[in-house]
């Protein structure tokens, strides 16, 4: 919420534009609180101005690249999928992935940017599994594009579209999704089971979703979020172990996310985590460095 207060002078039009800018800078702040205009908003709001311009631009350009993340079972060690992350280089800086994916979804364009990143993921998955011919792709997906009830329909068409099956392809989505539009999440969700797609509750324990409710939709597996992940470094096993003891207890898969070193590996183990992913083993690359990582795996 953005808040104007009448200086006694400004017109009905302006003190609009200045609640507007109020609500901008809440928006930037993390959504969930009410910002009072201050004069100085006004620079900051060409500046989103300029940004949005060029996100736009970058999007109906096609310029924003996956980067693929590797998947690993420890104890086969071998890489069993890479997840699919946005990256957008601006005046030859990266922009933090969820700034942008953030501002994609106020400008309705994330279905847009999702749909053009899924082709180009598709192709190059095509492409590592010469070398890995079970490797699977892991892609995110908003909370915003349930508000669709054609997705799953056109995202297993371009699947198919690209030769793939179905089961190479796993779909990553947060708490977040579910309370946005409960019901089309389900059917959703049902309609990516049916065809063999794999479902990932990301960054789980950071939102409030209700465990009956988890227990209830056909998650296969539950990635525990970096945060618990660090904490197995300060000594912490309790919250990993919880997550640990829910997942296996609902018969689901689990993947520890942004395994950094080998203390936190170790602590994961013993509790019986497999599958992580982190810069420990390997940190997202274009689809060429993924490529020549792959190979190098293959040969050791
Ligand atoms: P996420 O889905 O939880 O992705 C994992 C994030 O952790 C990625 O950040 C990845 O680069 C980072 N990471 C991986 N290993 C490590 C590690 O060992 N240590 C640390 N500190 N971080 C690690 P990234 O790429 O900045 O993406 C942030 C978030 O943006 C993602 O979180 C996801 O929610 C969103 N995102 C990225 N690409 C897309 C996309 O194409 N579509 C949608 N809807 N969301 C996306
Ligand atoms: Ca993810
Ligand atoms: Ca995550």
Same mark, same amino acid.
């Given at each position: 919420? %953005? =808040?104007?207060?009448?200086?006694?002078?400004?017109?009905?039009?302006?003190?609009?534009?200045?609640?507007?800018?109020?609500?901008?800078?809440?928006?930037?702040? %993390?959504?969930?609180? =009410?910002?009072? *205009? +201050?004069? %100085?908003?006004?620079? =900051?709001?060409? +500046?989103?101005m300029t940004l949005e311009q060029e996100l736009r631009r970058a999007i109906a350009e096609r310029n924003i690249e996956p980067h693929f993340q590797p998947v690993i079972d420890t104890g086969s060690g071998n890489v069993v999928a890479v997840e699919m992350l946005a990256r957008w280089q601006r005046n030859n800086q990266p922009v933090p992935a969820l700034g942008f994916i953030?501002?994609?979804e106020d400008l309705g364009l994330i279905g847009q940017l999702s749909m053009q990143l899924l082709e180009k993921g598709l192709k190059a998955l095509r492409r590592f599994r010469s070398h890995?011919?079970?490797?699977?792709?892991?892609?995110?997906?908003?909370?915003?594009? *349930?508000?669709d009830p054609g997705l799953a329909a056109s995202i297993l068409q371009l699947v198919a579209e690209y030769d793939l099956p179905s089961t190479a392809l796993a779909v990553e989505l947060t708490e977040g999704a579910m309370s946005l539009y409960p019901e089309q999440v389900e059917q959703t969700m049902q309609q990516f089971v049916d065809a063999g797609v794999s479902l990932h509750l990301d960054d789980f324990g950071t939102g409030y979703s209700s465990l009956a409710r988890l227990r209830?939709?056909? *998650?296969?597996?539950?990635?525990?979020?970096r945060s618990f992940v660090m904490m197995l470094g300060e000594g912490d096993t309790t919250l990993s172990q919880a997550v *640990?003891?829910?997942?296996?207890?609902?018969q689901m898969d689990l993947i520890a996310e942004g395994v950094e070193n080998q203390a936190e590996y170790e602590e994961l183990q013993a509790i019986g985590y497999r599958q992580m992913q982190g810069f420990m083993f390997a940190r997202p690359m274009p689809e060429s460095a993924l490529i020549d990582w792959l190979r190098a795996q293959a040969a050791a």
């Open positions: 919420v %953005g =808040v104007a207060e009448w200086d006694g002078e400004a017109d009905g039009l302006e003190l609009m534009r200045h609640a507007d800018l109020a609500m901008y800078a809440a928006k930037r702040d %993390g959504k969930s609180c =009410v910002r009072l *205009f +201050e004069k %100085g908003m006004s620079g =900051v709001a060409s +500046e989103r953030r501002l994609a890995y011919p079970e490797l699977r792709l892991q892609i995110n997906i908003s909370p915003l594009q *349930f508000a209830d939709l056909p *998650f296969d597996t539950v990635k525990l979020d *640990f003891d829910m997942a296996t207890g609902l």
